[in-house]
């Protein structure tokens, strides 16, 4: 069992920067892909950015790529998204994600969401 908590989210003007961070309880913390996922009013949810367990590999949204960073830090047991040149359509509350495989079963764990507004 994992237990994620987000924090960050906030109000920031268009061009502005915010760090959402997302603390994680639970053993094995390295052995999950971290992830962040944003639902906009009316919209599904949808993929935002992934890092592997071991941090070395990152995936990002077209959306996003070369704006936001993800990171973690298995020492802390916390992974972050640096989020950078926001513009209005990145607003949505953002989700914090931790899955990983065993023997063909996913588990999969979501945080209760921070809401980003970007105001232009």
């Known amino acids: 069992q994992v237990q994620l908590v987000e924090s960050g989210g906030g109000l920031v003007q268009f061009g502005g920067s915010l760090r959402l961070s997302c603390a994680a309880s639970?053993?094995?913390?390295?052995?999950?892909?971290l992830g962040w996922f944003r639902q906009a009013p009316g919209k599904e949810r949808e993929f935002v950015a992934v890092?592997?367990?071991?941090?070395?590999?990152?995936y990002y949204a077209g959306s996003v790529k070369g704006r936001f960073t993800i990171s973690r830090d298995n020492a802390k047991n916390t992974v972050s998204l640096q989020m950078n040149s926001l513009k209005p359509e990145d607003t949505a509350v953002y989700y914090c994600?931790?899955?990983?495989?065993?023997?063909?079963?996913?588990?999969?764990?979501w945080g209760q969401g921070t809401q980003v507004t970007v105001s232009s």
């Open positions: 994600n931790a899955n990983r495989r065993i023997l063909g079963r996913l588990y999969d764990y």
């Open positions: 639970g053993r094995t913390f390295s052995s999950y892909n």
């Open positions: 890092i592997s367990g071991s941090g070395g590999a990152t």
